[in-house]
């Protein structure tokens, strides 16, 4: 049975908002709880037309290119006409040397360039989840300089995907390489270069199909942290935002003065930090295993767990800041525990007023808690509901008081006397700001050496990558300090 079109996904989940939209919109009197949806869906309406219509043109266009690749006056391009590259017919990966070497301030160019994109993507779908190709396309067109859509063209072709290959086999030696791969390894190199900090950096690009920093979706992660998060993915060093506590509204008497209720705005900065893993086997190992087949995932894996206990307690220098550092660091946002050195029930309650109500209200709440504290959490409701509105283990993923509870294992999970114990977090993570720069490295190790300098008859692949976090308002989080 052939997939469905993007168009087809995306015009069934506007339809059933409008169903929703136009049923509430029939209720003679609504309750507060009925507005408030009929308001949320409106805003979602808005935005699923939106990507509904740029899907249809997109798909449009790609139906153009397989038809026919024509200047105005039905005359067939040919190669160095006009801004446009996409002259094949279905071939995204035609002419990468102009991809290397486009002119990204060109608007024209650039729609181009990301419709080429999109099509590499749809081309990816027998090696990537369909979860993972609704992020990439996402990465695609939020990227208004076009550099993304860049990097996948030249990491995705077969061509380079074949030297990927071959470099692990081979022990990273492009000299090895057939032609094409050869061709496609240069651009990519050339690409790779302009992406780092410093022309020196060695390796390789990781292929986009296998690359954690660009297809790791938050459905398929095992961190929590990139489930409820905001995710940014840059192509640059940093990322630099805009902040605000928002306008406070008053009232206003018959021809007075109106009040200066401006809002202040920060500006928050996220540097990716970086990070690496290091892959090493004997000589017949990594050339009997089948290791280009198997690096992708556990790269993603390895990846996975060691941002999970950065996004936690990370240090913010070497590290990515994580979220109970930047919030512990913030008085305003630490509520102590009622009793000295206990955890009890009315902790969990104070935590949950204290959050302000628009997180707590009309924002989206989740917990955070070690695998200990869930459990003695669940303790405190010995008679089915006589402690909570609702049991803990309700709903996917379990719910607490109405908001969705997360395992943070990084977090403490021990109620140590006289110390410190930040052991329960409540916030809107939409406050919480995770940064991928594209690109994950790979360098060669040909000879590992013992602990007295002599070789083992081992090789070993080095892996890095960067990203960064930290929280861009700290008044949208309550972290509990048992002490």
């Known amino acids: 049975m052939p997939r469905k079109k993007k168009s087809e996904k995306l015009r069934e989940q506007l339809e059933s908002i409008r169903s929703e939209l136009l049923e509430l919109e029939e209720v003679e009197e609504p309750t507060d709880e009925q507005a408030a949806r009929a308001a949320e869906l409106l805003g979602e309406f808005d935005t699923a037309q939106e990507a509904y219509t740029e899907q249809v043109e997109h798909e449009q266009r790609v139906e153009a290119v397989r038809a026919a690749a024509l200047v105005p006056g039905g005359q067939e391009r040919t190669p160095g006409d006009g801004p446009e590259f996409m002259r094949s017919r279905g071939n995204p990966y035609e002419d990468l040397d102009r991809v290397r070497g486009a002119n990204l301030a060109d608007r024209s160019t650039l729609g181009d360039l990301r419709s080429r994109a999109l099509y590499a993507v749809e081309l990816a779908a027998e090696q990537i989840t369909e979860d993972q190709q609704e992020r990439v396309e996402r990465l695609v067109r939020g990227d208004r300089r076009g550099r993304i859509a860049q990097h996948l063209l030249l990491t995705g072709s077969d061509d380079y995907q074949r030297a990927f290959e071959s470099l692990l086999a081979n022990a990273g030696n492009p000299a090895l390489l057939e032609e094409d791969e050869y061709a496609a390894y240069r651009l990519a190199e050339a690409h790779r270069r302009a992406m780092t900090l410093t022309d020196a950096a060695g390796g390789f690009l990781v292929p986009f199909t296998l690359d954690p920093t660009i297809i790791l979706t938050n459905a398929g992660s095992a961190n929590p942290f990139r489930q409820v998060s905001t995710i940014k993915t840059i192509t640059t060093d940093t990322w630099n935002g805009v902040s605000s506590a928002g306008v406070t509204a008053g009232w206003l008497a018959e021809a007075n ?113 070690h695998k200990a504290i869930i459990n003695k959490t669940r303790q405190f409701d010995t008679a089915g509901g006589s402690s909570f509105w609702a049991n803990l283990g309700m709903g996917q993923p379990e719910q607490l008081l109405g908001a969705p509870i997360y395992e943070a294992s990084a977090m403490d999970g021990a109620i140590t006397a006289a110390a410190e114990n930040y052991a329960l977090l409540l916030g809107d993570f939409r406050n919480f700001y995770i940064v991928d720069r594209v690109g994950m490295t790979m360098v060669y190790e040909p000879l590992v050496k013992g602990t007295n300098g002599r070789p083992t008859g081992e090789a070993g692949w080095f892996a890095y990558w960067r990203v960064g976090s930290d929280v861009v308002n700290a008044d949208a989080f309550r972290l509990l300090n048992v002490t």
Do not use: H
């Not at 690096?295 to 390895?302: E, I, M």
């Not at 590290?319 to 029930?345: I, L, M």
């Open 257 to 369: 003065e109106v009040g200066d209720n401006s809002p202040s705005f920060g500006q928050p900065s996220i540097t990716p930090k970086k990070a690496a893993a290091w892959v090493q086997g004997s000589f017949e190992v990594l050339a009997d295993s089948g290791f280009a087949a198997e690096v992708g995932p556990l790269l993603a894996d390895a990846k996975d767990r060691l941002e999970a206990t950065a996004f936690a307690t990370g240090n913010g220098t070497t590290q990515p800041k994580g979220v109970v550092t930047a919030v512990s660091a913030v008085p305003e946002s630490v509520v102590a525990s009622q009793s000295a050195d206990t955890y009890a029930v009315g902790d969990v309650y104070a935590l949950e007023e204290a959050l302000p109500p628009r997180y707590r209200i009309t924002g989206n709440p989740s917990w955070m808690a």
